[in-house]
């Protein structure tokens, strides 16, 4: 395997339904960074039931006050970071046209800048492995991969596990369909 294939930059990560009763039950995750010194990713799918405003104390622009946080990992909840897109950022650094932040003032003045097809989420806190601890869980495969897309990244979270199970095809029908807890099964 190569060194450039064995990192996980850019793509989503999906719990395999043996992450049952942790925190990353039936989550996704985009990786955001992976390289020798480890992996940094955020939950996608994991709404915190806040909006930005209610959670950050600062003068934000009403843009993003009405924002849902999202709840990145179980790492360091008072970090925040946010993804970002538009469509004039060919080479930001997560992938084409989708950036990584977490300083507050970058975020207010994405906030106050005018794009029509700029998307912003944000996060509080993070998924994060030391070295090679992202590896040893993909060889016990407790995730699944599936190409990122700007459409899953910034699209609806509701049942996102579950749609990205049905698009991997028959094979994970069975695991998308399954009750969170089989014991009520």
């Not at 990713?41 to 009405?66: I, T, W, Y």
């Not at 469509?87 to 975020?107: Q, W, Y």
């Not at 996060?123 to 070295?131: K, R």
Request: negative net charge; proline residues 4%.
């Amino acid at each position: 395997m190569s060194e450039v294939a064995k990192y996980l930059k850019g793509q989503l990560l999906l719990d395999s339904g043996q992450l049952a009763g942790s925190f990353f039950q039936r989550t996704v995750i985009l990786v955001c960074e992976h390289d020798v010194e480890g992996a940094f990713g955020l939950v996608l799918n994991r709404a915190s039931g806040n909006k930005l405003g209610e959670m950050v104390v600062a003068n934000l622009p009403e843009q993003l006050k009405d924002q849902m946080l999202y709840v990145g990992g179980p790492v360091q909840l008072s970090a925040l970071s946010f993804l970002h897109s538009d469509n004039f950022l060919p080479e930001a650094a997560v992938m084409p046209n989708l950036e990584l932040g977490h300083s507050l003032d970058a975020l207010v003045d994405l906030g106050e800048s005018f794009s029509t097809t700029k998307k912003i989420r944000t996060f509080a806190g993070y998924a994060g492995w030391s070295p090679g601890q992202l590896e040893d869980e993909m060889k016990r495969n407790a995730w699944l991969t599936h190409p990122a897309s700007l459409d899953l990244i910034f699209g609806t979270t509701e049942k996102l596990w579950q749609s990205i199970l049905r698009q991997k095809g028959p094979k994970y029908q069975l695991l998308a369909n399954m009750p969170e807890d089989v014991s009520l099964n």
